[in-house]
């Protein structure tokens, strides 16, 4: 085939010339299903985005006619940016997407020919169970409605709901499988059981119904339907097959029975597909993703091609022996295992095992400690070890991983006593960054100038922070006088010894409160945030250039952006009614 001269100077062999042999192949694929098992570390990123640009370069196919789907936003973010890089100036048609934007996508364009308002809102799992919550009086619940916390069960009833929709379930399904399940004599099922199912089939019926009279979809929905306006317009599903001559799917192994459903329906049989994954690195698992999808991916598309990827570029080949050592444990439920179990005798067996590109040895070592406070102390211990050893080493060059948020509170409160500077990645609860709660506190504070707790934060924040001793004389005085602390600090004026920097405070502080809560009435909490940030002084901690100050002000702008969705959601956006969303929220364990 005819050389095309790629962007910017770059040329086909160009774009070849830094893969190794597997990676060359899997980029040059020219047709037919594809499979690639990609081990961690040996630049399946690479090879997707250098395909696609092969594919374009070498005139196989114009932008809008690939589709690339991932799990991301992140990870589609970065693929779209590395084949901008790839691509001249003004390539702008590329379907780069996650499955639920490109869902989105297609019931934006298409909703209406499925009866889907073309206006819909979509929730997040919170507004789902906000929704619920309000409208819990529409659903005919007895087994799952306990009289002690009649909404106990609302977050079950939802993952139920998800789970549903990942398997392709729609509520008539479900409806149809509780009634035959209900008359059939001969299942051996008690009674209980099936009036039980027969509730949730219900449920799920009406929560679906309630959804469509708000003009809502859920996530999962984005799935349902648009495998629904698929099966039900051919013509649309026709038009896209005819548009996208390639489809590649990264992270395969996470796919739920629903994504590949849609994979299968927009690929005919033996289509350019390329499916990337790797059955080690799932992780999601939890939502229905599988391995028995790679293996349904060759019976379902006979004579795919399938090349493994075993060349490491990220780790030293100590530490890939040995993961590769403690990952067989998972036999015989591997794809390695189950792939060559299948294989004819004689015939050459897959192997996942990854070699090392970079030369030499890493130090691996295993510390077992008796107590948390233990592990604690000497993991940081090791830390300041090794630095101190490393005399160019920095603390950036360090890395704690830890399964759960909970489990880094201990290492960020040793990492904090001993003074050593570090930042917290978890993907921690907005309402958890301490510059929200200030603002939350603020806000409780408007809605009831008693909230002491929520006046003591404020005076704690950095626009109102007072003297330690002031803010001891005054919290003595609300316990001596059992008043609320707004109370005192309202009469501070007859307490001695208080600063008069601290009184300065609590007068601005005062005025700000009788202003805001007068505002609160008539404008929307939006503004009143603003409001708020800029007179109290709020916005001035945030104009620096530290990473504390980016973060700080990424988590006002995340902020900002969940009040503008609250009014969007509000007939009245009032401060009054965002405190009791608040709390639902809570309560759904956002």
Not at 302 to 315: D, M, P, W
Not at 400 to 427: C, K, M, T, W
Not at 523 to 544: C, M, N, P, Q
């Amino acid at each position: 085939m005819k050389t095309v001269s790629a962007p910017a100077g770059f040329t086909e062999a160009e774009l070849l010339d830094d893969l190794n042999d597997e990676q060359r192949r899997a980029v040059t694929h020219d047709r037919g299903p594809l499979l690639i098992v990609a081990g961690a570390g040996t630049g399946k990123t690479t090879v997707i985005t250098k395909r696609i640009a092969w594919l374009i370069a070498t005139g196989r196919a114009k932008p809008e006619e690939i589709l690339a789907l991932t799990f991301t936003d992140k990870a589609a973010g970065e693929m779209t940016e590395r084949v901008d890089r790839l691509l001249p100036l003004g390539y702008t048609d590329l379907w780069i997407s996650t499955f639920h934007a490109f869902c989105q996508r297609l019931l934006q364009a298409h909703g209406l020919d499925i009866g889907l308002p073309d206006d819909f809102r979509l929730l997040n799992q919170t507004d789902a169970y906000l929704l619920l919550r309000k409208n819990f009086d529409r659903f005919n619940l007895e087994y799952y409605r306990p009289l002690g916390n009649p909404t106990k069960f609302l977050t079950a009833l939802l993952t139920l709901f998800s789970r549903a929709k990942d398997e392709a379930v729609h509520p008539r399904d479900y409806l149809e499988f509780a009634k035959n399940l209900a008359l059939d004599k001969d299942i051996a099922v008690d009674g209980g059981e099936k009036s039980r199912q027969s509730e949730l089939a219900d449920a799920y019926h009406a929560y679906e119904r309630l959804l469509l009279d708000h003009d809502c979809i859920d996530l999962g929905d984005l799935m349902l339907y648009a495998l629904e306006l698929f099966a039900k317009r051919p013509a649309i599903l026709e038009k896209y097959r005819r548009q996208f001559k390639y489809v590649l799917v990264d992270e395969f192994q996470d796919t739920n029975w629903a994504q590949y459903e849609l994979v299968k329906r927009l690929v005919p049989a033996g289509g350019n597909v390329v499916v990337v994954g790797d059955d080690d690195q799932s992780i999601y698992k939890f939502r229905g993703a599988s391995v028995s999808n790679i293996l349904q991916f060759k019976n379902d598309f006979t004579g795919a091609g399938e090349i493994v990827l075993t060349k490491n570029y990220r780790s030293l080949q100590n530490i890939l022996d040995l993961t590769y050592g403690f990952i067989q444990r998972n036999n015989p439920n591997r794809l390695e295992a189950k792939l060559n179990a299948g294989r004819p005798e004689g015939s050459q067996l897959l192997t996942k095992k990854l070699a090392a590109e970079r030369p030499g040895a890493a130090a691996i070592s295993h510390l077992h400690f008796a107590t948390l406070e233990d592990e604690v102390a000497g993991v940081v211990d090791k830390i300041v070890a090794i630095k101190d050893e490393k005399g160019e080493a920095d603390w950036s060059d360090f890395a704690i991983l830890v399964r759960s948020n909970a489990n880094a509170d201990d290492f960020s409160r040793e990492l904090h006593r001993r003074s050593i500077p570090y930042q917290f990645l978890g993907l921690k609860g907005l309402y958890a960054k301490p510059i929200v709660m200030d603002c939350i506190a603020y806000f409780k504070l408007l809605d009831d100038y008693h909230e002491s707790q929520a006046l003591y934060r404020v005076l704690c924040s950095p626009a109102y922070r007072i003297a330690v001793e002031d803010l001891v004389r005054l919290t003595h005085e609300s316990a001596k006088k059992a008043a609320s602390l707004y109370e005192i600090a309202k009469n501070h004026r007859t307490i001695a010894d208080l600063q008069e920097a601290t009184r300065t405070t609590l007068d601005r502080l005062l005025g700000h409160i009788a202003a805001h809560a007068a505002l609160a009435r008539e404008r929307s909490v939006a503004e009143l945030l603003v409001k708020f940030l800029y007179d109290s002084g709020t916005i001035e901690h945030i104009k620096g250039d530290t990473v504390e100050d980016r973060d700080r002000a990424s988590h006002l702008k995340q902020f900002l952006s969940r009040l503008k969705r609250f009014e969007l959601g509000h007939d009245d956006p009032t401060l009054t009614h965002f405190m009791e969303e608040l709390e639902l929220e809570r309560e759904s364990g956002d």
